[in-house]
T-cell receptor, first 110, second 112 residues
Framework: QKEVEQNSGPLSVPEGAIASLNCTYS??????FFWYRQYSGKSPELIMF????GDKEDGRFTAQLNKASQYVSLLIRDSQPSDSATYLC??????????FGTGTSLTVIP | DAMVIQNPRYQVTQFGKPVTLSCSQT?????MYWYQQKSSQAPKLLFH???????NEADTPDNFQSRRPNTSFCFLDIRSPGLGDAAMYLC???????????FGPGTRLTVL
């Protein structure tokens, strides 16, 4: 079982819609979760992190964490074409090894 | 601005010819990581340095080595690159094993 799993997509949404990206993790000891955005040919850049159950909002981005279900998601409201990228979910396990999911490819259609 | 720098951004080498990739950082972070990322795959941790302590992932091939001469610099040496080693190599840093990692722009390696 992979440490962090994501639906690879591709996910396509029209401009202005809400994009929903999902991630599950296997290590119940993981305490923090990160969403990175990676444009093609570029390195990952951190856009959100969450430690506590519930929602965390930052501008158009909302991260949601449910530790009981071992599930973390990222919502992007008012999606823009510039949001088109691969979104990587990441979590350190109890040994502080950092695991990335394979990423979900998002395309926002103008 | 504090940052993570990787050189070169693009590297072409021949099959079996040793190559070295470099990473430097001005964040003064004590942990530095090397990841390999192949197309449409997740970044895969190769190894990391916690201060001067080297930590190799169990499945990292012996062909990959690393050096960290000081806090700011870390090198990735590929002793005999194979075609399967063509990938993007990402350097990242963190403070202690703090969960947030900061990535450099990556070096794309091509093996001919």
């Amino acid at each position: 079982q992979k440490e962090v799993e994501q639906n690879s997509g591709p996910l396509s949404v029209p401009e202005g819609a809400i994009a929903s990206l999902n991630c599950t993790y296997s290590d119940r000891g993981s305490q923090s979760f990160f969403w990175y955005r990676q444009y093609s040919g570029k390195s990952p850049e951190l856009i959100m992190f969450i430690y506590s159950n519930g929602d965390k909002e930052d501008g158009r981005f909302t991260a949601q964490l449910n530790k009981a279900s071992q599930y973390v998601s990222l919502l992007i409201r008012d999606s823009q074409p510039s949001d088109s990228a691969t979104y990587l979910c990441a979590a350190p396990n109890t040994g502080n090894q950092f695991y990335f999911g394979t990423g979900t490819s998002l395309t926002v259609i103008p | 601005d504090a940052m993570v720098i990787q050189n070169p951004r693009y590297q072409v080498t021949q099959f079996g010819k040793p190559v070295t990739l470099s990473c430097s950082q001005t964040l003064n972070h004590n942990v530095m990581y090397w990841y390999q990322q192949k197309s449409s795959q997740a970044p895969k941790l190769l190894f990391h340095y916690y201060d001067k302590d080297f930590n190799n992932e169990a499945d990292t091939p012996d062909n990959f080595q690393s050096r960290r001469p000081n806090t700011s610099f870390c090198f990735l040496d590929i002793r005999s690159p194979g075609l399967g080693d063509a990938a993007m190599y990402l350097c990242a840093t963190s403070r202690d094993h703090g969960p947030e990692q900061f990535f450099g722009p990556g070096t794309r390696l091509t093996v001919l």
